[in-house]
C-alpha cells in the first residue's frame, strides 16, 4: 500500500496536484451522537437553554468544512462549490445521525472536508447539550460515498 503523503525519505509531504485538471468531485460522510433519549427529545421540541442545536450544529459543520485545509496538515485549500448537512433523530434511542455533503470542482477530492463537517457538526451537538448530558458520545465517523477524480467512485457497503 502506497501513502501519498509520505516522501521516498519517510517524511511527510503534501501531494503535488498541480498537473491535475479540476474535476467535479463530492463526498458523503456520516457520524452518529448518542444521547439520553430525553436529550434528543429536547433538541427536537427547542428545549435547549443555548438555543437552536440543529441550526449551531449546521453552521459549525459548514464553517469546519470550509476551514479544513486549516487544522488538517496535508489538506489542500479547496474552493468548496455546495456543503450540506442534514441531521435525523431516533428519539426512542437517544440517536442523532449527521450526514454531510461536500462538493468541489477542483483538483482533489473532499473526503476530509465532508468528514471534517461531521465531526464538527456532533462536537457542537455536545458542546451545546453537555451540561444536560455528560455521557454524550461521538460514534461512527466516516466516508460514505466519494465520486470524481483518478480513483473515480467509491460507495461504502455495510
Do not use: W
Amino acid at each position: 500500500m502506497e501513502l501519498t503523503h509520505l516522501d521516498d525519505k519517510n517524511r511527510p509531504r503534501m501531494v503535488d496536484v498541480t498537473g491535475k485538471e479540476p474535476s467535479l468531485r463530492e463526498a458523503v460522510a456520516v457520524g452518529r451522537v448518542l444521547m439520553k433519549p430525553d436529550t434528543v427529545k429536547a433538541i427536537e421540541s427547542g428545549g435547549v437553554t443555548k438555543g437552536n442545536v440543529y441550526a449551531t450544529a449546521q453552521i459549525a459543520g459548514i464553517m469546519a468544512a470550509k476551514k479544513t485545509s486549516s487544522i488538517i496538515p496535508m489538506c489542500h485549500p479547496l474552493g468548496l462549490t455546495g456543503i450540506d448537512i442534514d441531521f435525523v433523530s431516533d428519539p426512542d434511542k437517544g440517536e442523532i445521525t449527521i450526514t454531510g455533503r461536500v462538493k468541489t470542482r477542483d483538483r482533489t477530492g473532499v473526503e476530509m472536508e465532508a468528514m471534517t463537517a461531521v465531526s464538527v457538526a456532533a462536537l457542537t451537538i455536545y458542546d451545546m447539550c453537555k451540561s444536560a448530558d455528560r455521557e454524550i458520545v461521538l460514534s461512527d465517523i466516516r466516508l460514505l460515498e466519494k465520486r470524481g477524480g483518478k480513483s473515480g467512485t467509491f460507495v461504502r457497503t455495510e
